[in-house]
């Protein structure tokens, strides 16, 4: 089983950024998609961006496409959320998410979770 643990939220301005890292143990990285989804005040959990094990396909919301990338380091067991240009809307939870082999690696749903790290963009 995976376990996940997410750093790097906090406290941006609007049009900054941040760079959010998801570290994996406890299973084969590189056998798993990566997601990840975020969860704002008041709003339901939403999907943002998802890699395939290799790294070779990645998605993203519409919504972030463009100032977000996702990518992956399956040498460190780590994926990452690089977020550009953030939004007060970007605010949310954000969560790792991660699938084996035998799941979609877009979701909707997602075997393993972290426990999500906090986005708070000021205007």
């Known amino acids: 089983q995976v376990q996940m643990v997410e750093s790097g939220g906090g406290l941006v301005q609007a049009g900054g950024s941040l760079r959010l890292s998801c570290a994996a143990s406890?299973?084969?990285?590189?056998?798993?998609?990566m997601a990840w989804l975020r969860q704002g005040p008041g709003k339901e959990r939403e999907f943002v961006a998802a890699i395939s094990r290799r790294g070779g396909s990645t998605s993203y919301a519409d919504s972030v496409k463009g100032r977000f990338t996702i990518s992956r380091d399956n040498a460190k067991n780590t994926a990452y959320l690089q977020m550009n240009s953030l939004k007060a809307e970007d605010t949310a939870v954000y969560y790792c998410?991660?699938?084996?082999?035998?799941?979609?690696?877009?979701?909707?749903?997602?075997?393993?979770w972290g426990q999500g790290t906090q986005v708070t963009v000021s205007s």
């Open positions: 406890g299973g084969t990285f590189s056998t798993y998609a």
């Open positions: 998410a991660a699938n084996p082999p035998a799941s979609n690696w877009l979701g909707p749903e997602y075997a393993y």
